[in-house]
């Protein structure tokens, strides 16, 4: 079966330290995967999404970056981070869009 | 832009109670998802309609595609504290890669 892994599900950082947050998928092959981002109790807002190795598609030009170094793994990055980079990171795969993503249980980023 | 609007943003019901959340757009679809999330937790996938017109269901909940695959509705029956939760519809529109996302209704059902 396919699982999705995100970690660490807490992250309290200080302003200007960097920051990488990592997934991984299981059970599937060559997935699209997704990084989004989540204000409190609201929609999502979509970062950044990869349909293969070293493919990077940015949606919102911000301090964060992406990599995708494997096929299964996701890594969203950043050099300094800013207090407004504080929110709930989601990371998604799905194999045909129509049939849904799998979402990891997400990242609280908290930047004091 | 496609967008999708989603209302009510908000609702609190009695245990019992019936409800429908909407989900709204200018735009066709070719299919649209319903998820539920929990506090900390990521979306879950309820459900896809794929065609216009569609209904399903999962036990108390009814899901319906319009005939235009321009919106949605989830109705929810004799709802139960288990269902709360923020529900988002989001759709897959133009791009092949992303969907477009509801901002989410919160609902709370109270005992």
């Known amino acids: 079966s396919q699982t999705i892994h995100q970690w660490p599900a807490t992250l309290v950082q200080p302003v200007g330290s960097p920051l990488s947050l990592e997934c991984t998928v299981e059970?599937?092959?060559?997935?699209?995967l997704y990084w989004y981002r989540q204000a409190a109790g609201r929609g999502l807002q979509l970062l950044f999404y990869?349909?293969?190795?070293?493919?990077i598609s940015s949606e919102v030009p911000q301090n964060l970056s992406a990599s995708r170094p494997q096929d299964r793994q996701f890594i969203l990055s950043s050099k300094k981070l800013l207090l407004s980079d504080s929110g709930f990171y989601l990371c998604?795969?799905?194999?045909?869009?129509?049939?849904?993503?799998?979402f990891g249980s997400g990242t609280r980023l908290t930047v004091v | 832009t496609q967008l999708l609007e989603q209302s009510p943003q908000f609702l609190s019901i009695q245990e019992g109670e019936n409800l429908t959340v909407y989900c709204n757009s200018s735009?066709?679809?070719?299919?649209l998802q319903w998820y539920r999330q929990e506090p900390g937790e990521g979306p879950v996938l309820l459900v896809t309609?794929?065609?216009g017109g569609e209904v399903k269901k999962l036990k108390r909940l009814t899901f319906q595609f319009g005939d235009a695959r321009k919106d949605s509705s989830l109705h929810i029956t004799a709802a139960q504290p288990g269902d709360t939760g923020l529900y988002l519809c989001?759709?897959?529109?133009?791009?092949?890669?992303?969907?477009?996302w509801g901002a989410g209704t919160k609902l709370i059902i109270k005992p």
């Open positions: 989001a759709g897959a529109g133009n791009s092949n890669y992303q969907l477009i």
């Open positions: 735009s066709v679809f070719s299919s």
């Open positions: 309609v794929v065609t």
């Open positions: 059970g599937t092959s060559n997935p699209n």
């Open positions: 990869s349909v293969g190795i070293g493919q």
């Open positions: 998604a795969w799905s194999v045909q869009r129509d049939s849904g993503y799998t």
